[in-house]
């Protein structure tokens, strides 16, 4: 995962009013594996800034993976 991903909450953290499925941007990388995510509604209004592990996150994809020509 890279600066400005799109990332997927993948457990609850409820100290942040923050649960499993809801979508973030990744602001800063601290050290491998280590991110900042901001939580932002549709407006653009940021709700929430945690500091999460990749095994927390699941990158999602908007365009498809690029095909392998054959030789």
Known sequence: MKLHDVVALMEAIPEQGLR???VGTIIDIYEPGVFEVEFADTS???YASVTLRAKQLLP?????LATRRSA
């Open 20 to 22: 499993p499925g809801q």
């Open 44 to 46: 653009g209004q940021t």
């Open 60 to 64: 999602l994809y908007q365009e498809p």
